[in-house]
């Protein structure tokens, strides 16, 4: 049971646009959610998070939005540049004193020069 | 801050040895640590939770002899792949958690090779 989705594998975007990348999850416990960025061979790296009690959080060229109802989250990030190609993940914390995160399957991102 | 190293980097084992991987927070103290697996292409799949001073809590279908965790300090967890197998040969990362707050920081992963 997938309870946090990305749904595209693969986003190509050229450089200097907005790449919008999506996050859908089923379980309406999640209170907290975080978008990561991986390269290959590496760890992934924290990005920007959001509390399930705001709708928007900024963070310089990053922004993420989280639309409660539909259970969708996205994460912005303009302007792009090459070096954001990457694998992003999001992940979601199912609240209630867990500890551990649900990450989806992740999203490639490749910026276009 | 929040730097978590991962010892080794790379480890080409042969069938039938036990390997160590080392997981220490640098500049901060964890009193949860996380280990995932990492197929080609796949996602991060949680293996276990550990908690300092206690038992590691393991994800359903992670082999607990298997992969013995061991948590002993507030900035050191360690994984034992025992007895690996080639299909053990993944990449293996791990994380640690603030006393307070729900990000996590990565290792850089430790790639294992079993032949």
């Known amino acids: 049971d997938q309870q946090v989705k990305q749904n595209s594998p693969s986003l190509s975007v050229q450089e200097g646009r907005i790449s919008i990348l999506n996050c859908d999850y089923t379980?309406?416990?999640?209170?907290?959610f975080l978008w990561y960025k991986k390269y290959p061979a590496e760890g992934p790296t924290f990005l920007i998070s959001?509390?399930?009690?705001?709708d928007k959080n900024e963070d310089g060229r990053f922004t993420v939005f989280l639309n409660k109802s539909a259970k969708h989250l996205s994460l912005h990030i303009v302007p792009s540049q090459p070096g954001d190609s990457a694998v992003y993940f999001c992940?979601?914390?199912?609240?209630?004193?867990?500890?551990?995160?649900?990450f989806g399957q992740g999203t490639r991102l490749t910026i276009n020069p | 801050g929040a730097v978590v190293s991962q010892h080794p980097s790379r480890v080409i084992c042969k069938s039938g040895t036990s390997v160590k991987i080392e997981c220490r927070s640098l500049?901060?103290?964890?009193?949860?640590m996380f280990w995932y697996r990492q197929f080609p292409k796949k996602s991060l799949m949680l293996m276990a939770t550990?908690?300092?001073?206690?038992?590691?809590?393991?994800e359903q279908g992670v082999e607990k002899d298997k992969f013995l965790i061991n948590h002993a300090s507030l900035t050191l967890s360690t994984l034992t792949v025992t007895s690996a197998h080639p299909e053990d040969s993944s990449f293996y990362i791990c994380?640690?958690?603030?006393?307070?707050?729900?990000?996590?920081?990565f290792g850089p992963g430790t790639r294992l090779t079993v032949t």
């Open positions: 994380s640690a958690r603030l006393r307070f707050g729900y990000e996590q920081y």
């Open positions: 379980n309406s416990m999640f209170d907290y």
């Open positions: 959001i509390s399930s009690i705001k």
């Open positions: 992940a979601a914390s199912p609240g209630g004193g867990a500890q551990k995160l649900v």
């Open positions: 500049d901060f103290q964890a009193t949860t």
């Open positions: 550990s908690n300092e001073g206690s038992k590691a809590t393991y």
